[in-house]
């Protein structure tokens, strides 16, 4: 069978889509976000993110966002210095910096010693003195004949705001940030000007409050979303390693707490804390631990190493279905299991926009020739990707593809079908 074969199938002269590859659709799509509604992400991995945030570069990114956050505040203060002769009594827009200088630099404190996530008791005291500041700044503003002077301390907040893009969860930031330029633009543009290109720098001074915290929520957001897919790929690489047929980390969760809950009842029973024969409902919790003990041993000898992978990933679970009744994934070798992982991996990660959904189908399981020792097993492995074009997958794929043995892919109804015969040592000769 030729390596890397391509072979276009015919086009359709219909042009109205096939009802039965519409209904596959959104079936596939209603399985989609069930996984997604139903995904839960082992207990052990959600520990080791917190614990390891500042080591995965969120503290760097918090430090570029407040240094980007000082100098929209410094252009600001200078700002204020250069028109101080406009203003009629600048003494509250003085105390309105004072005050946020002064709240800038405890946050900041604050912030590095709370290091994960800032308390909302903090929270709301920011955003107090927020409003204090835009109160007294314009205060001063509003009085007297300014006519050329802009809102700073106001605006400024802006800047206190973005430094909290690490810390606080992106919308109640979007949301104080919202309700800040709505106070900035009603006192900034309602104010009568002689120059009507005067309203350029009032624009100005709207954009410096909004946007900078608005960009660092976005900076913020695409930030823990690459690493949260970084170690979700090393999570799924480290299925890899595991025997034919074992538990996942999910379910080594849960088979711990069942352990623990049977070693308590025992314990109870042994010490005499709980009298025999056992009550009913003593009972009823001893037979259901002992029926989800038996399930959980069960699955461990029908799942797949893969399976496990597919389940406990975030990205890759609600995009891939698997079909493999036989549990021939769990007889590749670990350059298999990996090249494959991989192939699966970029084929969900390279699109931008559209959600691609992959298909895998194993089997059914054949032979060479004959029954001499040491014969190499063969069986095909079928990958329907919707979503993905042929000329949009990294040539990176097609290598890992190939590593799992030779393939010939074909586009059919505008999937791309890619057929893999894969040869395994044969267990028998174990």
Known sequence: MS????????????PRADPAALAHRQLLDDQRDERRRTFRRPQRTVDTTRANRDGLGGRHLGIGLSLSAGIVAMFLLWRFADQWELYADPLPTLAAWAVLLLAGATTLVFINRVSNRMPTWLFLTVLATGELIVALDLAGYGRGDTAGAYPTAAAAVGALFTALATVRRGRDVVAATLVLGAVVSAGSLTVERGDSFALAPAILTIGLCVFPPILGVSVARVFRRMVQRELDLVLVQS???????????????????????????????????????????????AAALATQLRLHLIEGRRETWLHHALTESEFLGPAVNLDDPFGLAGQLSPVQRDA?????????????????????????????????????????????????????????????IRAVGPHIDTVRSGQLHVDIECSIDNPADA
């Open 239 to 285: 299925t890899v390693t595991q025997s034919s047929s074992a538990v996942g980390m999910l379910a080594s969760e849960e088979l711990a707490r069942i352990d623990l809950d049977a070693e308590t009842l025992l314990d109870d029973v042994a010490t005499g804390r709980t009298a025999l024969p056992l009550s009913q409902a003593k009972s009823t919790a």
């Open 340 to 400: 494959l992982l991989l192939a699966i991996w970029l084929l969900i990660s390279d699109t931008d926009g559209a959600e691609p959904t992959v298909s895998l189908v194993f089997g059914p399981l054949g032979r060479t020739s004959g029954h001499a020792v040491g014969e190499m097993l063969r069986f095909p492995i079928q990958i329907v990707i919707e979503g993905v074009p042929r000329r949009r997958v990294d040539p990176e794929t097609w290598q890992a």
């Open 3 to 14: 390596q890397g074969t391509s072979t276009a199938g015919p086009v359709s002269a219909e």
